[in-house]
């Protein structure tokens, strides 16, 4: 049994669908389904008979006991968090309650149960913790990668509060001995995203004929990674990976912010024209670039991400099946074809506004 904290989300959604798809395992899916949580991302899985879900939330002290005591999981694989950049900026508190005290909420519920566990299995449990290449800071400037051995140096309240997670993971298996491994990506991007972010935001304003917001002058660089890529590169760290290690894992695809709007404006032309769009029955447009709008840069932006994602290749033998190309496409059809799955997610509390500004 593996259990996955926000398991309702983008990549904790994947990941369930992933392990319950191709593997013998069960998985309990923890989620406090807070506005980014939708148990309509894990639907294509829930009817199986390995697949439990407890709505919870991680930083209740209690919930998080109940839940390693009814479940006895082999392994933790610890998702939940506040992700969005923007939002951080705007509101800060909700990362540091979520991010910083719902991991040291699980932590100790899962070393309470730990140290419980006769030995066999106290060897064999993990507790998998994934965090984001913004823990590292800027690249701005230089050629370099982000390894396992870069310090950290985070910009933004959302990765200060990934980075202080992370510490606190290392420190729990310094101290007490917790088996832990610890994964830093690059940018996800795929199917049932939620859509403040760049990609899925692009994709249904300009399918509403609506502004293409990109900050500053689109200049700034990030390394995309295949959302179910990433799945498959969890599962194996979580059960292949060694204890008190660290494996930064990336889509060897970098691309500035602005060739990735572009991109996915030049699918759409082809995929669905204008011509075709009834949001466009009124205007003169021909191509969906023409949507395109500067708009001031958000405060500390970072410049360039790109990880260094040799060490998982070289020691797990994990590399991404897809190439920047293929699977933005795939990720463009599949907006394309699940219209109802994010109708539904926008006819909720959820708009589509740019948030983050000063």
Same mark, same amino acid.
């Given at each position: 049994?593996?259990?996955?904290?926000?398991?309702?989300?983008?990549?904790?959604?994947?990941?369930?669908?992933?392990?319950?798809?191709?593997?013998?395992?069960?998985?309990?899916?923890?989620?406090?389904?807070?506005?980014?949580?939708? $148990?309509?991302?894990? &639907?294509?899985? #829930?009817?199986? !008979? *390995?697949?439990?879900?407890?709505? +919870? /939330?991680?930083?209740? %002290?209690?919930?998080?006991?109940?839940?390693?005591?009814?479940?006895?999981?082999?392994? $933790?694989?610890?998702? &939940?968090?506040? #992700?969005?950049? !923007? *939002?951080?900026?705007?509101?800060? +508190? /909700?990362?540091?309650? %979520?991010?910083?005290?719902?991991?040291?909420?699980?932590?100790?519920?899962?070393?309470?149960?730990?140290?419980?566990?006769?030995?066999?299995?106290?060897?064999?449990?993990?507790?998998?913790?994934?965090?984001?290449?913004?823990?590292?800071?800027?690249?701005?400037?230089?050629?370099?990668?982000?390894?396992?051995?870069?310090?950290?140096?985070?910009?933004?309240?959302?990765?200060?509060?990934?980075?202080?997670?992370?510490?606190?993971?290392?420190?729990?298996?310094?101290?007490?001995?917790?088996?832990?491994?610890?994964?830093?990506?690059?940018?996800?991007?795929?199917?049932?995203?939620?859509?403040?972010?760049?990609?899925?935001?692009?994709?249904?304003?300009?399918?509403?004929?609506?502004?293409?917001?990109?900050?500053?002058?689109?200049?700034?660089?990030?390394?995309?990674?295949?959302?179910?890529?990433?799945?498959?590169?969890?599962?194996?760290?979580?059960?292949?990976?060694?204890?008190?290690?660290?494996?930064?894992?990336?889509?060897?695809?970098?691309?500035?912010?602005?060739?990735?709007?572009?991109?996915?404006?030049?699918?759409?032309?082809?995929?669905?024209?204008?011509?075709?769009?009834?949001?466009?029955?009124?205007?003169?447009?021909?191509?969906?670039?023409?949507?395109?709008?500067?708009?001031?840069?958000?405060?500390?932006?970072?410049?360039?991400?790109?990880?260094?994602?040799?060490?998982?290749?070289?020691?797990?033998?994990?590399?991404?099946?897809?190439?920047?190309?293929?699977?933005?496409?795939?990720?463009?059809?599949?907006?394309?074809?699940?219209?109802?799955?994010?109708?539904?997610?926008?006819?909720?509390?959820?708009?589509?506004?740019?948030?983050?500004?000063?």
């Amino acid at each position: 049994m593996i259990l996955v904290t926000g398991g309702a989300g983008f990549i904790g959604s994947a990941v369930v669908r992933y392990i319950i798809g191709n593997t013998d395992d069960s998985v309990v899916n923890v989620d406090c389904l807070t506005y980014a949580g939708n $148990v309509e991302s894990v &639907a294509p899985i #829930s009817d199986s !008979d *390995r697949y439990y879900f407890v709505q +919870a /939330d991680i930083c209740d %002290t209690k919930a998080m006991a109940d839940v390693f005591t009814k479940y006895q999981p082999t392994a $933790v694989m610890h998702l &939940a968090a506040e #992700s969005h950049v !923007d *939002r951080s900026i705007d509101g800060p +508190a /909700d990362f540091i309650t %979520t991010n910083i005290v719902g991991t040291f909420t699980l932590l100790e519920a899962a070393r309470n149960y730990w140290v419980t566990l006769p030995e066999d299995k106290k060897q064999a449990f993990r507790f998998h913790h994934i965090s984001t290449d913004e823990v590292y800071g800027d690249l701005e400037g230089t050629d370099d990668l982000f390894t396992e051995t870069t310090s950290y140096e985070p910009s933004s309240p959302y990765s200060a509060s990934k980075a202080s997670s992370d510490h606190l993971v290392r420190a729990w298996h310094r101290t007490y001995g917790l088996p832990v491994i610890v994964t830093n990506c690059s940018n996800n991007y795929g199917p049932y995203h939620f859509p403040e972010k760049l990609i899925p935001h692009v994709i249904l304003n300009a399918l509403g004929a609506k502004s293409l917001p990109v900050y500053g002058d689109g200049s700034q660089i990030r390394d995309w990674l295949y959302v179910e890529d990433h799945a498959r590169a969890l599962y194996k760290v979580v059960t292949e990976g060694v204890v008190g290690e660290t494996y930064n894992i990336g889509g060897h695809n970098e691309k500035k912010n602005i060739e990735v709007v572009e991109t996915l404006c030049a699918i759409l032309d082809e995929l669905k024209p204008i011509s075709d769009n009834p949001a466009f029955n009124s205007s003169s447009m021909k191509n969906y670039n023409e949507l395109i709008t500067f708009v001031k840069d958000r405060p500390g932006h970072d410049v360039r991400y790109a990880i260094d994602a040799s060490k998982i290749e070289r020691e797990l033998g994990w590399m991404p099946e897809e190439s920047f190309e293929t699977g933005i496409r795939k990720t463009v059809e599949w907006y394309l074809n699940n219209e109802n799955w994010w109708q539904r997610v926008l006819s909720g509390e959820y708009q589509l506004a740019r948030i983050g500004g000063e």
